[in-house]
């Protein structure tokens, strides 16, 4: 069994006086996680795995549909750890639908985040999860100097959103020297994220915006990415610029 099982969630009890003396979560069993897994299964679509796969993704099922199943199963802890724990990567999605967020304790958010490879699942573990989690500041600055660039990436969009929403005590200019320096070299995922962070602090702090537009200019980073009609480029001049348009 992978590291997912070793912060399997027990059923808890509540206690309290009187007659909610012993308040117990419904068991999932393996019966209901083969059903919702079967429903899974039957909304694979070959074509829609096709297009997942060149973003690295592992599942072919259509993302509208599964947020329909997950607003039929409602809020289900223990059932997301089970889903999680099948390691399919459509399951992993649903859990992350389905799941309390505040309910995942800081090591198990860490280990999470380290199986979670297919982008997608990464990206909704830390946008739907993570930065709901009272352990989202304490995991940022453990994931933003972590030498896995996967999780150094989540550390990365967490800052992001500290850029965007809470930037007091954030060294913007340092981060700036940091994005300057090694995003062009970067792998894949960490450079995406970190062009994410140049590109807001350039959109929402305007005494920044010029460094940050000379920096995405000078680095070219995401400067030829394919963008579809109607779309915002994430090159960081074009992005910044457009946005700081549309606010004005």
């Known amino acids: 069994m992978r590291q997912a099982a070793h912060f399997r969630r027990k059923v808890h009890l509540t206690t309290r006086v009187g007659l909610e003396a012993a308040v117990v979560a ?6 209901m ?10 909304l694979e679509d070959a074509k829609i795995r096709e297009v997942n796969a060149r973003h690295g993704d592992d599942h072919g099922v259509n993302l509208g549909k599964l947020r329909a199943l997950a607003k039929r199963l409602k809020t289900q802890q223990e059932l997301a750890y089970r889903l999680w724990e099948t390691e399919e990567t459509a399951a992993r999605l649903l ?6 967020p505040k309910a995942f304790e800081r090591d198990e958010l860490d280990v999470m985040l380290r199986e979670a490879r297919a982008p997608k699942v990464h990206d909704w573990l830390v946008n739907y999860v993570v930065k709901k989690s009272p352990y989202a500041e304490e995991l940022r600055l453990a994931w933003f100097v972590d030498p896995d660039p996967v999780v150094a990436s989540a550390g990365w969009a967490l800052t992001t959103e500290r850029v965007t929403k809470k930037p007091e ?7 700036l020297d940091v994005i300057e320096t090694e995003m062009k070299g970067a792998p894949d995922r960490l450079q995406w994220a970190m062009n994410h962070c140049l590109a807001q602090i350039g959109i929402a702090h305007a005494e ?11 680095l070219e980073v995401l400067k030829d990415y394919p963008t579809s009609p109607g779309c915002t480029s994430p090159f960081a001049p074009t992005w910044i610029s457009e946005m700081v348009r549309r606010a004005r």
């Open 169 to 175: 005590s954030l060294d913007l200019p340092r981060l």
């Open 26 to 31: 419904t068991t999932v069993t393996d019966a």
């Open 95 to 100: 859990a992350l639908l389905i799941c309390r």
């Open 33 to 42: 996680v083969a059903e919702v897994m079967a429903e899974l299964a039957g």
């Open 208 to 218: 920044h915006r010029a460094r940050a537009i000379d920096i995405g200019e000078r």
